[in-house]
DNA sequence: TAGATTGTTAATCGATTAACAATC
DNA sequence: TAGATTGTTAATCGATTAACAATC
């Protein structure tokens, strides 16, 4: 493939799961260099400061490109810029949350999700007590509606926060509306068309590995 | 090693993580077959429904002795009963959490968490305007109480809610107290002495992978 | 220039998978 | 018994890392 070819970044063909975990991570740190007035950093400062290898973090930029050239280390705020075009935060989307119950509730009221190009637009839930209910200026509606509410408002994104029992329904609503991912809260394994990007958040995933590397450390006293 | 060395289960030294954040998805799934009434199943249909490569599953249970014996589908009951001691959920720990925001909030009111042997003992928030306030029975009281209270209470695992900001101080004082493992919602890479475990849950992470698949998805109509 | 630092490759490491003997 | 299925090993695959030439 040519060098430079078209658009600023192509999202190469394949990059591993392990990778695109690591980006978030990444653009966080700078972000927070760059609120600290930090210009330049090199990349064993900075995988340092997020817990990796300078040279696995060198090789994740390398996927894209690699931001900087031999001897210089990186410009921050470019790197920012880099990190927030490749993950997709410069183009705004529009995203609903299904179930309003505690967690769907903190989600929508997390407000640095705008800031990173999530667009809240749409509250969905089949609790008569919750629907007609504001949180951030948008008001509950039904369940029923949220299918027509997809095509109408080019919905992208939608995330699940009902319980288990009704997340397979609402998965397949959602996907038959159109849309593009899933950000899936409850402890079930989604069925979908392959068109559909799932990302599971299994909260429980992470209290319960804490507590098996707690208990294998005081058993073993380290290593696990 | 001897085979049938002391008790039922001893904790191999090392456990890949990637086996580690399964095992409690295995047991989710095993559990929903025990409320459906399915005695028994087979590497290849429970892995199936997990999504993971037969193979693999067995070569994570075998990584603990095994479930079964060739030949013998595994019993769901004693699988079950097997993954909550491997897990360690059959021993109650006491938890605490700080900072109560909406997220503080939702973490509390998850009921599950109960039943898996985690025992919400302690609230604790440095806004004076929730001290005071009660959720699901329990008091929240203010920051500066929250060291003497782990000591007192034997308290194991922290859930650390709070603003990026207050993260890094909050988590000292736990491991201060003793605290044996750090579940952290705050964006920030935690400094914290080696003896505590921390599982960071990046919440952010999750939706800005999402977001890059479903680009990538759409740039090259599959795979990343 | 000399020291620092990136991009890049090849070697290493570890996790996944296929294959099959042992067993029900 | 014959078919199904596990435990187990070795082969494969993919991710991480060390090393260094190129560049500032």
Redesign the interface.
């Known amino acids: 493939m040519a060098r430079n070819d078209l658009s600023p970044t192509r ?5 591993s ?1 392990a990778t ?2 690591r ?3 990444y ?3 700078l972000q927070a260099l760059q609120k600290h007035g930090v210009r330049r950093v090199s990349s064993r400062d900075l995988a340092a ?3 990796v290898k300078a040279a696995q973090l060198r090789y994740d930029f390398r996927q894209f490109g690699g931001f900087s050239r031999p001897g210089q280390p990186y410009d921050v705020d470019h790197a920012v810029r880099r990190l927030r075009e ?4 410069a183009v705004p ?1 529009n995203c609903i949350i299904a179930g309003l119950g ?2 769907g ?3 929508a ?2 407000a ?2 705008a800031q ?1 190009g ?1 667009n809240l637009v749409g509250l969905f839930d089949i609790n008569p007590k919750l629907v007609g209910y504001s949180i951030r200026g948008i008001t509950i509606e039904d369940i029923d509606a949220m299918p027509a509410f997809i095509g109408q408002r080019g919905v ?2 939608g ?1 699940i926060a009902v319980p288990p029992e009704a997340a397979q329904s609402v998965a397949e609503r959602m996907a038959g509306a159109g849309i ?4 899936n809260f409850a ?1 079930v ?1 989604l069925r979908l068309p392959p ?1 559909v ?1 799932l ?1 599971d ?20 006293g380290g ?2």
Chains 1, 2 share one sequence.
């Open positions: 999202t190469p063909v394949k990059v799961e695109i975990q980006l978030p991570v653009l966080y740190r400061q997020v817990r490749i993950l997709g935060l989307v505690n967690l509730q903190a989600i009221n997390y640095q999700f990173d999530f992208q994104l995330i593009r991912g899933i950000w402890p394994d068109r990007v990302h958040e299994f909260l429980s995933v992470g209290i319960m590995s804490l507590r098996f590397k707690v208990k294998a450390l005081l058993e073993n290593g696990f």
